[in-house]
């Protein structure tokens, strides 16, 4: 491994200006579980890590009817996946969490390294961009807050600026009558990235469908939203045509590449499949009143 200069700030403030300071050549630490790897296999080569796990106050996870859900920047997968509440109230997201990797890597992981990481087969960020999250952030400039859906700009690519540090992720409550998805297709069961992954949330009102949002990964640079087919199903009774014709739109609105995991005529394909699935089974969670009764 090449060597680096290792920092372990005491303070938020602290840790944005070691980052500013290096001006890009310097990595943030949270689990290491991508960053370790990618250094590793010197796929990327920081003069300087900059560890936040001794910033405090970062590893908070709580839910507020009003104020919805906050995952701080150090709180792990595991915590997520174990929740109560992310279970019952944030179904896709839980579902993405609990496939992550094996329990030994999701104890390290954080839903915030998972973002920044920007992998377009990154899991938790369909199911989050779905749920219309937001990110917090602190930097030279103060704090922002930004919609998940306009956080990234390509494979491995955000809009933080040099200093700029996730500090957590706000995701709204759902309302009554959401059901909530993520379904990943990988080439095995378990330890394994995702070839396509379909994240939906989706609100019913009497016999209509008031809200959805159906989140593409691992199809395109970025994850999308598949925005043709969420025209289709809005303000619209369900129906198994409705639903085909969404999940067509989806389809043809992918940006697949062809890579080891799959080929793009096969990766569109799939998210047809998907597609179709994850809308039904939100659908019957929405009417359910959020309750999946197969998690
Ligand atoms: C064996 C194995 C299996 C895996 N399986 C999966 C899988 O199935 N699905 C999946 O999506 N991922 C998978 N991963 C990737 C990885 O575990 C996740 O992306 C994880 O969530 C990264 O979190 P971390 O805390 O370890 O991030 P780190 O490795 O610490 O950081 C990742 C990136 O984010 C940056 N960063 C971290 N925190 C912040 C912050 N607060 N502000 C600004 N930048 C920050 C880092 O500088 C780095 O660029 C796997 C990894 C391994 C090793």
């Not at 990988?186 to 949330?201: D, K, Q």
Request: proline content about 6%; aromatic content about 6%.
């Amino acid at each position: 491994m090449r060597p680096f200069e290792y920092f372990e700030p005491a303070t938020l403030p602290a840790a944005a200006a070691l980052l500013e300071r290096f001006n890009g050549r310097a990595s943030i630490l949270a689990g290491g579980t991508d960053l370790l790897v990618e250094i590793k296999e010197r796929i990327r080569l920081p003069d300087h890590v900059i560890n936040i796990k001794k910033v405090p106050g970062l590893d908070y996870l709580s839910y507020d009817p009003e104020k919805g859900l906050k995952i701080g920047a150090l709180a792990t997968m595991r915590e997520v996946e174990t929740s109560t509440v992310v279970k019952e109230k944030y179904a896709g997201l839980y579902q993405a969490a609990r496939e992550l990797g094996s329990i030994q890597v999701r104890n390290r992981a954080t839903v915030a390294g998972n973002i920044c990481r920007a992998s377009p087969s990154a899991d938790t960020l369909p199911s989050l961009i779905a749920d219309n999250a937001a990110i917090q952030t602190f930097g030279p400039a103060g704090e922002r807050s930004i919609p998940m859906e306009n956080f990234f700009t390509g494979p491995g690519k955000t809009i933080l600026s040099p200093g700029e540090i996730l500090t957590g992720i706000n995701v709204p409550n759902p309302p009554p009558n959401t059901g909530k998805v993520y379904l990943k297709l990988g080439r095995r069961a378990a330890m394994e990235l995702a070839t396509v992954g379909v994240a939906v949330s989706l609100t019913v009102e009497g016999e209509l469908c008031r809200y959805v949002r159906i989140v593409l990964g691992a199809v395109a640079p970025t994850p999308m939203r598949a925005t043709e087919a969420e025209n289709l199903m809005l303000d619209n009774e369900f129906s198994e045509d409705n639903l085909e014709i969404a999940a067509q739109c989806a389809r043809d609105q992918s940006r697949p590449i062809s890579d080891v995991r799959g080929s793009a005529d096969y990766r569109r394909e799939m998210v047809a499949v998907l597609t179709r699935r994850a809308l039904r089974m939100a659908w019957a969670a929405a009417e359910n009143d959020g309750l999946d009764e197969s998690l």
